[in-house]
Each structure stands twice: as structure tokens, then as C-alpha cells.
């Protein structure tokens, strides 16, 4: 079993930046797949960003692009995301989650184990 805690959280300015930490425990991380999505009132969860097993490949959505990092360090089973340039709309509650595959994973269903979530607000 894989539990997943996110953290960073928080209220900001449009313009600011938040870290967003992954922590895992239970089974490792190492071998799989790792992303972020969110989701907005109202709205569908929506991918923002992942990860490959090693970090040598990640992707994140057009949305956040430039703006994003998702970077992960296996030795601490946790995943970051940089959010930089926070604007009103990238407001929603965030979800890491570990996938299915050791390859960039892009879709929800190519994964497994998710987070509770952290509520990210951006006012401007």
C-alpha cells in the first residue's frame, strides 16, 4: 500500500510562487511514474505535471508551462512541484499521485494511488 501526504499549500498573490510537496510512505516510489493534477470548483480534474521514474523526462500541461517544475527526489519517497507566476485561474485543490507505469504518465487513469489534496488560492 502506498499512502501519499501533499504539502505547501496556501494563499498567495497573483504573481507569487508556492512548493508543493509529495511524501510518500509505505512502498517506494522509486520505479513508478509520478504526477500532479488539480482540480477547480465546478471543474474536472485536470493533469498538470509529471514525472518519470528517474526524473529524466517530465511534462507538464500548455496551463502551466514556463511557469511549472516537477522534479522528485527518490532517496526522501517525495515529489515537489515549483509553482512560479501564480495567476487566479491556477486556483483549485492539487493532488499528486503515483502511477501505474515508469514513463511519463499524462492521464489520470495511468495511475493508481493519489493524495487527499492541498488547497492552492490564488488572489489577485
Known amino acids: 500500500q502506498v499512502q501519499l501526504v501533499e504539502s505547501g499549500g496556501g494563499e498567495v498573490q497573483a504573481g507569487g510562487s508556492l512548493r508543493l510537496s509529495c511524501a510518500a510512505s509505505?512502498?517506494?516510489?522509486?520505479?513508478?511514474?509520478m504526477g500532479w493534477f488539480r482540480q477547480a470548483p465546478g471543474k474536472e480534474r485536470e493533469f498538470v505535471a509529471a514525472i518519470s521514474w528517474r526524473g529524466a523526462y517530465t511534462a507538464e500541461a500548455d496551463s502551466v508551462k514556463g511557469r511549472f517544475t516537477i522534479s522528485r527526489d527518490n532517496a526522501k519517497n517525495t515529489m515537489y512541484l515549483q509553482m512560479n507566476s501564480l495567476k487566479p485561474e491556477d486556483t483549485a485543490v492539487y493532488y499528486c499521485?503515483?502511477?501505474?507505469?515508469?514513463?511519463?504518465?499524462?492521464?489520470?487513469?495511468?495511475?493508481?494511488?493519489w493524495g487527499q489534496g492541498t488547497q492552492v488560492t490564488v488572489f489577485s
Open positions: 499521485a503515483r502511477g501505474t507505469v515508469s514513463y511519463l504518465a499524462t492521464t489520470a487513469a495511468m495511475y493508481n494511488y
Open positions: 509505505g512502498r517506494t516510489l522509486n520505479t513508478y511514474a
